[in-house]
């Protein structure tokens, strides 16, 4: 609970977490995005360790929102529109089980609501590439230590920064703009 209200939590991993990170601080209704490891065996994994790709972890961002002001179905479509989800273990340069697309579920309505947004995805690109999103239930939420948080608020003028969060930003102020947070127009 935030200030009073009821907020609810989403876990979802689409390539690195500074990119998904970034993309879901600008919406109205999230609370707040931090970096993490979910998805994996290994108990309180590092960077370092989840870099190697053998403790079945992903990079993922932990998303507190409000309902009231954001539902989870506009919080899918952001983060569809925002990675592909129909590359295995990849997403651009980032190569590895870490980077894979994944949603964690909190309740049985999460999962729902994430199986039906892959059917209609796949229904309205028969014959596309199919969507390889792992949807399963959240065990544990890592956060990752503290130099990756906010990292694009912090760094927004490295190489990184500049060629692969950028794009997605203005993507998302345009295709978007009726969900951002007054100060992201």
């Known amino acids: 609970m935030q200030g009073g209200r009821r907020t609810s939590f989403a876990y979802f ?3 690195c977490f500074w990119c998904t990170e970034a993309v879901f601080k600008m919406l109205r209704g999230v609370v707040s995005a931090a970096p993490g490891y979910a998805g994996g065996s290994a108990a309180d994994p590092t960077y370092e360790e989840v870099s190697t790709g053998e403790t079945g972890h992903a990079e993922v961002t932990r998303v507190e929102f ?3 002001l954001i539902g989870y179905d506009d919080l899918l479509t952001v983060f569809f529109a925002t990675h ?3 590359s295995l273990n990849r997403q651009g340069t980032d190569v590895g089980t870490q980077y894979r697309s994944i949603i964690l579920y909190g309740g049985k ?3 729902w609501s994430a199986e039906e947004y892959i059917r209609n995805l796949e229904a309205k690109s028969p014959g596309g590439k199919p969507i390889v999103t792992e949807i399963r239930q959240l ?3 890592y956060p990752a230590e503290d130099y990756h948080k906010d990292y694009y608020e912090h760094h927004r003028t490295a190489p990184y920064c500049l060629l692969m969060i950028d794009p997605k930003l203005e993507k998302v102020r345009k295709k978007f703009a009726k969900l951002l947070k007054d100060k992201s127009r």
């Open 13 to 15: 991993g689409g390539g």
């Open 66 to 68: 409000d309902p009231s």
């Open 84 to 86: 592909d989800p129909t």
């Open 109 to 111: 309505d999460q999962k």
């Open 139 to 141: 065990d544990k939420f």
